[in-house]
C-alpha cells in the first residue's frame, strides 16, 4: 500500500518548548488512524505538521510523497482534507452550508467571487447528502445545531475528494445522541476502500469509530504505542499513555476505558 504520511524523528519546539519528540510514525492509504493522548500531549500539532501548517524543526515530515520543507503547501493543501474547531471558527456564521461545503475547492471560508460549475454544486449537494445534511443546502451554518455543524465541516473537508483525511476530535461537545450518529457516518465513510486514508484526534477511547484501523498513543510529544488497534488499546498501554490506572473493555467494534 501506497505510504500518506512518514514521520522520519520528527522534532518541533516553539518558543523553546520541546511539543514534538523524535516522532517516527508512518500512514498508508488502507490505514485508519486514531490519536489519543493527554491534553498537552501534541496530537493537535502533530496533526497541523500533517495538514502542513506547521514544519518540523527537526527530522523529516512526507506528506502524500512532498517533503515538507521543500514543496509548496499551497498545490498540497487541496489534497488534504482537514477538519477542526479551530477552523470551523473561521467559517462566518452567515455563510450558506452549501457555500460552506463548496468554498473548500478554493481552500477559503467565506464566498467572494470564486466562480463555481454546476458539477461543484451536485458534488457538494451529494457529501451533504451523504453526511446526513439533505435539505441543509440554504441554511446559514451559525443556525446549526453542533451535531450539524461538526457533518458540515466533514462534509467540507471531503469536498475535494482528498488523498487524506485529517480530524480534530470531531465528536467533541456532541451530546449522545449527535456522537452516535457521527460515529456511524465515520464508521461507514471509514470502511469503504474508497475512503482516503484517514487519521482522527480524539480525547476518548468512546469515540474510536468502527473501521478503524490503527491507534497512535502520545505523551509529552513522544510516542507511548503505536501499531493496529488490537495491540495497542490495552490497559496497560492506555495506562502508560493517561499516567493513571485504566481498564480498557472492548465490546465489538467499540471501545470503553474507566479508571481501574
Ligand atoms: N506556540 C506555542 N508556543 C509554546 N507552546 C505551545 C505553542 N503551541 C502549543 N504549545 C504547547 O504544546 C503542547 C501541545 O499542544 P497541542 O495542542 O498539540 O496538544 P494536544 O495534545 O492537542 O492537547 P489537547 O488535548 O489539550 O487539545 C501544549 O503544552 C501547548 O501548550
Not at 493522548?37 to 502533530?46: D, I, L, S, V
Not at 469509530?209 to 490503527?214: D, N
Not at 491507534?215 to 490495552?234: F, K, N, Q, S, Y
Request: aromatic letters at 6%.
Amino acid at each position: 500500500m501506497a505510504s500518506v504520511l512518514t514521520f522520519d524523528d520528527v522534532s518541533l519546539t516553539r518558543d523553546g518548548t520541546t511539543i514534538l519528540d523524535h516522532v517516527t510514525w508512518q500512514v498508508t492509504s488502507d490505514q485508519r488512524w486514531v490519536v489519543l493522548g493527554p491534553n498537552g500531549a501534541g496530537k493537535t500539532t502533530m496533526l497541523q505538521v500533517a495538514a502542513s501548517f506547521l514544519h518540523p524543526t527537526s527530522g523529516r515530515a512526507v506528506v502524500l510523497d512532498e517533503l515538507l520543507g521543500a514543496t509548496d503547501v499551497f498545490e498540497l493543501r487541496p489534497r488534504i482534507g482537514f477538519a477542526s474547531t479551530a477552523l470551523a471558527r473561521r467559517i462566518p456564521g452567515n455563510e450558506r452550508v452549501l457555500d460552506v461545503v463548496m468554498t473548500a475547492s478554493y481552500s477559503v471560508t467565506g464566498r467572494w467571487n470564486e466562480q463555481y460549475e454546476e458539477v461543484d454544486v451536485r458534488r457538494a449537494e451529494r457529501v451533504l447528502r451523504e453526511w446526513h445534511l439533505d435539505g441543509f443546502g440554504d441554511r446559514l451554518f451559525g443556525t446549526l445545531s453542533d451535531g450539524e455543524q461538526k457533518r458540515v465541516q466533514i462534509a467540507r473537508a471531503i469536498m475535494t475528494d482528498p488523498e487524506l483525511l485529517l480530524l480534530d476530535e470531531p465528536a467533541a461537545s456532541l451530546d449522545l445522541g449527535a456522537r452516535e450518529e457521527l460515529l456511524q457516518l465515520l464508521g461507514a465513510y471509514a470502511s469503504e476502500p474508497s475512503s482516503p486514508a484517514m487519521v482522527m484526534v480524539t480525547h476518548h477511547v468512546e469515540e474510536i469509530p468502527p473501521g478503524f484501523t490503527h491507534a497512535l498513543l502520545l505523551r509529552t510529544g513522544a510516542i507511548a504505542a503505536a501499531g493496529p488497534l488490537d495491540d495497542v488499546m490495552t490497559s496497560e498501554n492506555l495506562t502508560a499513555a493517561f499516567g493513571l490506572a485504566l481498564q480498557v473493555t472492548r465490546d465489538g467494534d467499540r471501545f470503553t476505558a474507566r479508571a481501574a
